[in-house]
């Protein structure tokens, strides 16, 4: 595998389920993001890991819960979620530099459908 | 706080015209800056971005950009689309923000591209 990896790449649920979202990058970096992709509306930043350490919450629900177990690893674990939590979620992955910024590698992203 | 603006929801040109789309940020320093195409189903891949020196970037599959800091624009070009050019494309500023990268992202903008 190269790049960042997203599983599954489709995903249905319903609104009392239990479900994890899972993203891992082969590319040495060290840190990591958790985006939304809703349809006519702008990519929302919603997580942030730099070094294992969250460092950003846009004030995301607490129905969505992120996990950094190690630089490589990142998840978005989901319960009691919404319809209009449905949307495409994308994890991207960068290499913070010392004073200086790196651009972002995403993945492919899960496409989730809460009916 | 910085803002990114991509004026042009959707962009119609024919196969073989020249490109042009815009990209507007507000910020009080010089940003980073980048571009990003997404294609149906995928995640944002890099185009080219800007830290500093030479105002006009090349990147890939053809496209440049050139940054003017007097109209605070960072637009993106191609001299010559191909029909496998269309796709949505996103402009992003990358200021330093707590030692972290925390983009913000414009809306986007959607190229068609017809015979």
């Known amino acids: 595998e190269t790049g960042v990896t997203q599983t599954p790449r489709h995903l249905v649920m319903g609104m009392t389920n239990k479900k994890s979202l899972k993203c891992e990058q082969h590319?040495?970096?060290?840190?990591m993001y958790w985006y939304k992709q809703s349809a006519k509306k702008p990519l929302e930043l919603m997580f942030v890991?730099?070094?294992?350490?969250?460092?950003e919450n846009n004030s995301v629900p607490s129905r969505f819960s992120p996990e950094c177990p190690n630089s490589s690893h990142l998840f978005l674990h989901l319960h009691t979620l919404q319809p209009e939590d449905s949307a495409l979620y994308l994890c991207?992955?960068?290499?913070?530099?010392?004073?200086?910024?790196?651009?972002?590698?995403f993945g492919p992203g899960t496409r989730l459908t809460v009916l | 706080a910085q803002s990114v603006t991509q004026p042009d929801i959707h962009i119609t040109v024919s196969e073989g015209a020249s490109l042009e789309l815009r990209c507007n940020y507000s910020?009080?320093?010089?940003?980073?800056l980048f571009w990003y195409v997404q294609s149906p189903g995928q995640g944002l891949q890099l185009l080219l971005k800007?830290?500093?020196?030479?105002?006009l970037v090349q990147g890939i599959k053809g496209f440049e950009a050139e940054f003017k800091r007097s109209q605070s624009s960072f637009n993106l070009r191609k001299p010559s689309v191909h029909w496998s050019d269309a796709a949505e494309y996103f402009c992003?500023?990358?200021?330093?923000?707590?030692?972290?990268?925390?983009?913000?992202f414009g809306r986007g903008t959607s190229l068609i591209v017809h015979p």
């Open positions: 991207a992955s960068s290499q913070e530099l010392a004073g200086g910024l790196n651009e972002q590698f």
């Open positions: 590319l040495g970096h060290n840190a």
């Open positions: 890991y730099s070094l294992e350490e969250r460092v």
């Open positions: 910020y009080g320093a010089t940003p980073y």
């Open positions: 800007y830290f500093s020196g030479d105002t």
């Open positions: 992003a500023v990358g200021p330093l923000r707590g030692g972290s990268y925390i983009p913000t």
